[in-house]
C-alpha cells in the first residue's frame, strides 16, 4: 500500500467515525424533545430553544472530523 493509498483511507476512516457520533447525537436529541413535547407542551418555546443549540453543538463535532479529513487529504 502506498502512502496516497494510505491517506485517502485515513479520510474515510475519519470522517465516518467522526459523522457516527453527532447523527447519534441528533437523532437522540430530536427524539428526547419530541418526549418532551409530548408530556408538556406548553414548554415549546424552550424545549425548541435548547434542543436546537445542543444539536448545533453536536452538529459542531461533526464539522471538526470533516476539517481533519480535508487536512489529511490536502496535505
Not at 3 to 19: F, P, R, W
Not at 25 to 46: D, F, K, T, Y
Amino acid at each position: 500500500m502506498d502512502a496516497e493509498a494510505a491517506k485517502s483511507i485515513a479520510v474515510a476512516i475519519a470522517i465516518g467515525l467522526g459523522a457516527i457520533g453527532p447523527g447519534l447525537g441528533i437523532g437522540l436529541i430530536g427524539g428526547r424533545a419530541v418526549e418532551a413535547l409530548g408530556r408538556n407542551p406548553e414548554a415549546e418555546s424552550g424545549i425548541r430553544t435548547i434542543a436546537i443549540l445542543a444539536m448545533a453543538f453536536a452538529e459542531a463535532i461533526a464539522i471538526y472530523a470533516l476539517v481533519v479529513a480535508l487536512i489529511l487529504k490536502f496535505t
